[in-house]
């Protein structure tokens, strides 16, 4: 509903753009100056015309260009963005993640980065750049808003509050954001206004800001403002707060003759400790003519949602002074043009005959003689002229050496200062090293890194903007998204989840009812404290390129380190394929196995360490034994005892051996369900303990019976005597202990 303005409010209204207008004209004027001689405007108009009526060239070779998009190029490689952390009153890193989430998902939305892109360019160019912050309704159909970052076409249709103080203006109290509307456009979008009506003149625009209003054009202005009032805030005995406004209260007092507010109503056992006057800051924007209000209503949030980032800044005298790349790099860059245009008329002239003649030998043949330097004629006639009796000498030609070595030298002196102001390296020119070797792509890079801190500034003053970004899109989400909603963002690993944010307890309910088996997270929007900052880095492009770079080195100075990280290297590597390999590298690295079970609890993997120290350690009892065994049999004799011996030896061994494989096969199973359950299969694997050193020790006393019985037989061989005939062949044998053998008994 279009009102008129209050005496109040137009009183504010004209002194605010007054301050406004006083502050930023002289400022405005440079700017647009710069804008105009980035865009290839570098000929004063004047100069530009009498060169043209003389035929004198008027050359722009534009050297700006190239850094300003180097900076630009900068910025949008780094991928700048939100980061949300968390402070306090039970904010959590999950939380401050959540969060970060939900502030993407609407720069996202809203494509913020062409907005930022686009302030961008302003800031380095002409030293400000602003966007803004607008809430809309999600669809037609549907109370729900939401909120996106918007780009601002006429970055010079914007004033701030000159008087705020803050870097980032955060503090700022009122904003112009205006347009001009011819009087038709006017009058079809606000024809029941008043200026409709009345065209703007015959007094009805005498009171609106100068200029604001005339027969052909009106200016419409969206003002924002800040209305600052104070909440009553109690801390209670127990540490809660309650606000005083929101407290019940017993009868009213009379006190002198007035009426108090009744005594507070707190739980029982409950005491006001301290109460402390919280400020409020709200937010109200109205459309306005100068004269009329054509729109209004109340903002979310706590901050005007303009922001303004910045090149560089100078307070010179109290005045503050905003520039950016172009502003000291114009002279340099008109003395370029200069010499080049001064350089290329040289030439031009030099290349030309002239000639002298005197003006009745030519007098017949003007136009042959005027077109001599664009025509090839076979040949220039003259007449031939006497003076006294004597003939005049023919035409002479005049050849003069241009002075092109100096103006191109002028020329190469004019670049070098304009990449000094500019802070530029140009590194195609310096990519030869001494004695014209090619430098290394380390001095290039080191080259590059200068150029980038150069103008790092720009890159400091553009995140300011995006923090300030963040913190005027979190207080206006916790006002706007007022009922439960769904929604899907995506994390740091770029998965989708579906998340639902409500606005504290009593909405908690209802979003609890709305939740499903696919939603993780069910997001209270008033809890916690958080803190903004801005992230920018390389592209993800360079980063991978540097790192496969740095790698690449360092394998080549260490080739026994590729062993370690080669499946990484290769992961880097972008040509078809590198996966692929990657990935059985990989598999064949036994520490990046190893890099699969850090997830293992300490506790597990000791007693897994034990077991495979104790089934180790019996392998190599076991082996020992094998060997004694061994030695002992080449002692034996008798092959038959010998075989005997060894088949039972074999026999004990083979089966102390399957027992050992069969134990060493259960504890790797063992081992490989601990890595599943965890600390649940505690009690298993101390029986299998057990179970293991009862096998082991059974496995020695088979060993040991075993060697006892080839010793016992071993004695008891020692013990036999033989009986010979006279022949000297055997005929029987005694032992030591037991009956004669008869005789002709087979030994």
């Not at 009329?292 to 005298?317: F, Q, S």
Request: hydrophobic share 35%; glycine share 6%; proline share 4%.
């Amino acid at each position: 509903m279009i009102r008129d303005l209050t005496e109040a409010e137009q009183t504010a209204l004209k002194d605010r753009w007054k301050s406004a207008d006083g502050a930023y004209s002289e400022q405005i004027t440079k700017e647009l100056d710069d804008l105009r001689f980035e865009s290839g405007e570098h000929w004063d108009e004047a100069v530009k015309q009498e060169r043209d009526r003389s035929g004198k060239p008027c050359l722009t070779i534009d050297l700006l260009s190239g850094p300003t998009k180097q900076v630009l190029n900068q910025a949008r490689s780094a991928r700048p963005g939100i980061v949300v952390n968390p402070r306090g009153d039970g904010a959590t890193q999950e939380t401050a993640q959540l969060w970060q989430a939900i502030l993407r998902r609407i720069e996202t939305n809203s494509n913020a980065d062409y907005a930022y892109t686009w302030a961008s360019q302003h800031q380095v160019k002409m030293g400000r750049g602003y966007w803004r912050i607008l809430p809309y309704y999600v669809a037609e159909s549907s109370d729900e808003q939401d909120l996106k970052v918007c780009w601002i076409d006429n970055q010079h249709s914007v004033f701030l509050d000159p008087s705020a103080k803050e870097p980032d203006k955060s503090d700022a109290r009122w904003a112009f954001v205006y347009d001009d509307l011819t009087m038709d456009d006017y009058k079809a979008r606000f024809g029941e206004s008043s200026v409709a009506a009345h065209n703007g003149l015959f007094g009805v625009g005498s009171s609106a800001p100068p200029d604001w209003l005339t027969k052909e054009r009106v200016r419409i202005a969206e003002y924002f403002y800040i209305e600052e009032s104070s909440r009553t805030r109690h801390t209670l005995s127990d540490g809660t707060y309650v606000w005083d406004d929101l407290l019940e209260r017993g009868p009213r007092k009379r006190v002198k003759g007035k009426y108090t507010k009744g005594d507070p109503l707190l739980p029982e056992g409950q005491s006001i400790v301290r109460s402390r006057e919280i400020p409020k800051r709200t937010v109200k924007w109205m459309l306005t003519n100068g004269v009329e209000v054509l729109a209004e209503t109340t903002i979310p949030g706590r901050h005007i949602p303009i922001v303004e980032i910045v090149g560089e800044r100078r307070n010179i005298g109290g005045k503050v002074d905003y520039r950016g790349l172009v502003r000291m790099a114009k002279d340099p860059q008109r003395q370029v043009n200069y010499m080049e245009s001064a350089s290329t008329e040289s030439v031009g002239v030099g290349a030309k005959s002239r000639w002298l003649v005197a003006d009745t030998q030519i007098a017949d043949y003007q136009d042959m003689w005027a077109t001599a330097n664009r025509k090839n004629w076979d040949a220039l006639v003259y007449s031939p002229q006497s003076v006294g009796g004597s003939m005049v000498p023919p035409p002479i030609p005049i050849d003069r050496e241009p002075p092109i070595q100096a103006t191109t030298m002028s020329a190469q002196r004019a670049s070098m200062q304009l990449r000094a102001i500019l802070g530029y390296v140009d590194v195609s020119m310096n990519e030869a090293g001494p004695e014209g070797a090619a430098a290394s792509g380390r001095a290039i890079n080191a080259r590059k890194l200068q150029q980038e801190m150069q103008a790092s500034d720009y890159m400091d003053n553009l995140g300011r903007g995006i923090r300030l970004t963040a913190k005027i899109l979190y207080y206006m989400v916790r006002e706007l998204y007022d009922t439960p909603r769904l929604l899907r963002i995506k994390g740091a690993d770029d998965k989708e989840r579906d998340i639902i944010t409500h606005l504290g307890p009593e909405q908690q309910q209802q979003a609890m009812a709305m939740r499903t088996q696919a939603v993780q997270h069910v997001f209270d929007l008033q809890a916690g404290d958080y803190d903004f900052a801005f992230t920018a880095g390389k592209s993800y492009q360079s980063q991978q390129q540097e790192a496969t770079d740095a790698m690449g080195q360092l394998f080549t100075a260490a080739p026994e380190l590729a062993k370690v990280g080669a499946d990484i290297w290769v992961r880097n590597m972008t040509w078809p394929g590198s996966y692929e390999l990657a990935e059985r590298l990989k598999k064949a690295n036994p520490l990046a196995q190893d890099d699969k079970e850090q997830n293992i609890p300490p506790q597990v993997q000791q007693r897994l360490q034990a077991l495979d120290q104790y089934a180790q350690m019996a392998h190599e009892q076991i082996q020992q034994l094998n060997q004694m065994i061994s030695e002992k049999q080449a002692e034996l004799d008798t092959k038959k005892l010998i075989a005997a011996a060894e088949i039972e030896a074999k026999k004990e061994i083979a089966a102390a051996q399957e027992e050992t494989k069969r134990l060493i096969a259960n504890l790797e199973v063992e081992k490989a369900s601990a890595l599943a359950m965890l600390e649940g299969q505690r009690a298993e694997l101390e029986a299998a303990r057990a179970h293991a050193h009862d096998i082991g020790m059974e496995s020695m006393r088979a060993v040991h019976r075993a060697a006892d019985t080839v010793r016992k037989e071993q004695e008891r061989r020692k013990s036999i005597t033989f009986k010979r005939g006279p022949d000297g062949a055997i005929e029987g044998a005694t032992v030591e202990g037991e009956a004669p053998e008869a005789e002709g008994a087979e030994a």
